[in-house]
């Protein structure tokens, strides 16, 4: 490794923990990260976190202020409980949706924290196009549903094991009305069908992400 990538990886590994040591404070979730930061050239890929809990990084993204939002997000898959490879494989939505909402949630508290200032039109045209979108869009209705505070929601979420997720949400319909728990229940069955798939792959499928855990 040469001297400027040493530098490179030192750099991202403390905004890392910055970032971390933040989102900690506010989610009062432990992290659970390596501590090890990779730069991957021609990566094929924002940002990932393995299951091994180092985070990946596109080499092509240490300069790019749009790099905060791939490592916000990669940062909220270190808070996240139960992060094991099968219960991620089956309920990858649980985990991308609850995590990609707290990072547009999170990130204007944290960068201000942090004393970072990006152009928030370039975060939000990423945000526009990203392909978890269909998981935030049923996500909200959800959350919206349950009448839980926006921010209490995803957190409480990133909080319960990745297994547990959806049946942690069924069981608030046992305490509602029976109309709006029959209400409730269309809603659930419909988030629930679209967090349980891999939409990366059926919504788009000649792009490949190069999918080893997590990706942003």
Same mark, same amino acid.
């Not at 530098?7 to 900690?24: F, G, P, T």
């Not at 989610?27 to 990260?33: D, E, H, I, K, R």
């Not at 869009?137 to 409480?156: K, S």
């Given at each position: 490794?040469?001297?400027?990538?040493?530098?490179?990886?030192?750099?991202?590994?403390?905004?890392?923990?910055?970032?971390?040591?933040?989102?900690?404070?506010?989610?009062?979730?432990?992290?659970?990260?390596?501590?090890? +930061?990779?730069l991957v050239?021609?990566?094929? *890929?924002?940002? =990932?976190?393995? *299951?091994?809990?180092?985070?990946?990084?596109?080499?092509?993204?240490v300069s790019?202020?749009?790099?905060?939002?791939?490592?916000?997000?990669?940062?909220?898959?270190?808070?996240?409980?139960?992060?094991?490879?099968?219960?991620?494989e089956n309920?990858?939505?649980?985990?991308?949706?609850?995590?990609?909402?707290?990072?547009?949630?999170?990130?204007?508290?944290?960068?201000?924290?942090?004393?970072?200032?990006? !152009?928030? @039109?370039?975060?939000?045209?990423? !945000?526009?196009?990203?392909? &978890?979108?269909? &998981?935030?869009?049923?996500?909200?209705?959800?959350?919206?549903?349950? /009448?839980?505070?926006?921010? =209490?929601? &995803? +957190?409480?979420?990133?909080?319960?094991?990745?297994? !547990?997720?959806?049946? /942690?949400? &069924?069981?608030?319909?046992? =305490?509602?009305?029976?109309? =709006?728990?029959?209400? *409730?229940?269309?809603?659930? @069955?419909?988030?629930?069908? +679209?967090?349980?798939?891999?939409?990366?792959?059926?919504?788009?499928?000649?792009?490949?992400?190069?999918?080893?855990? @997590?990706?942003?």
């Open positions: 490794m040469q001297a400027d990538d040493r530098a490179d990886v030192e750099r991202i590994r403390q905004e890392l923990h910055d970032i971390l040591q933040v989102l900690s404070e506010i989610t009062s979730l432990p992290s659970n990260w390596s501590g090890t +930061v990779h050239g021609d990566a094929g *890929f924002k940002g =990932q976190k393995p *299951f091994n809990c180092d985070i990946l990084l596109d080499a092509a993204l790019d202020g749009l790099r905060w939002r791939t490592l916000l997000h990669e940062a909220l898959h270190a808070l996240s409980r139960g992060y094991v490879r099968e219960d991620f309920f990858r939505g649980w985990e991308e949706g609850p995590v990609e909402k707290l990072q547009r949630l999170l990130r204007p508290v944290v960068l201000t924290r942090l004393g970072i200032t990006v !152009d928030e @039109s370039m975060f939000r045209a990423a !945000d526009e196009r990203h392909l &978890y979108n269909r &998981y935030l869009a049923v996500l909200e209705e959800l959350q919206r549903a349950t /009448g839980i505070p926006e921010r =209490q929601f &995803y +957190v409480d979420l990133l909080s319960t094991p990745i297994k !547990d997720r959806s049946m /942690g949400i &069924y069981v608030l319909s046992s =305490q509602m009305p029976r109309k =709006q728990r029959q209400a *409730f229940l269309l809603i659930f @069955s419909k988030a629930n069908s +679209v967090l349980k798939g891999d939409i990366r792959w059926s919504l788009q499928p000649i792009r490949s992400n190069g999918e080893n855990g @997590s990706s942003a």
